[in-house]
């Protein structure tokens, strides 16, 4: 599935530069701009964002989920990381409501 058209990238290359990423360091901040660093692209229209933040958390999750991390450890960690979306992110993104997004 593509999930930036700008860049053409699919969302199964996502999942692997974000599992990559969580090889390095398993407890880092992953964000949509330092997965694209990665993916050697940027954000350009930055429509991709919301679902980009989407499938970090849902692959961040299931990471740790498989490594046998502490499930307290795994919760507080993405708790911290939904407050924050919430706390600075919008109900609307660029005229895209929540239910458009394809993750």
């Not at 390095?24 to 964000?31: A, K, N």
């Not at 600075?88 to 997004?101: A, D, I, M, Q, V």
Request: proline letters at 3%; glycine letters at 4%.
């Amino acid at each position: 599935m593509l999930v930036c058209s700008c860049n053409v990238i699919t969302l199964r290359e996502i999942e692997d530069t974000i599992r990559e990423m969580l090889d390095e360091d398993p407890w880092q901040l992953i964000v949509p701009a330092k997965v694209l660093h990665t993916m050697n692209s940027r954000g350009r229209c930055c429509g991709c964002f919301p679902n980009l933040v989407e499938t970090i958390i849902r692959v961040t999750e299931a990471y740790h989920r498989d490594t046998g991390a502490r499930e307290a450890d795994v919760i507080a960690y993405l708790d911290k990381v939904r407050e924050l979306r919430n706390k600075f992110g919008s109900k609307f993104n660029e005229r895209r409501y929540k239910g458009h997004r394809a993750a």
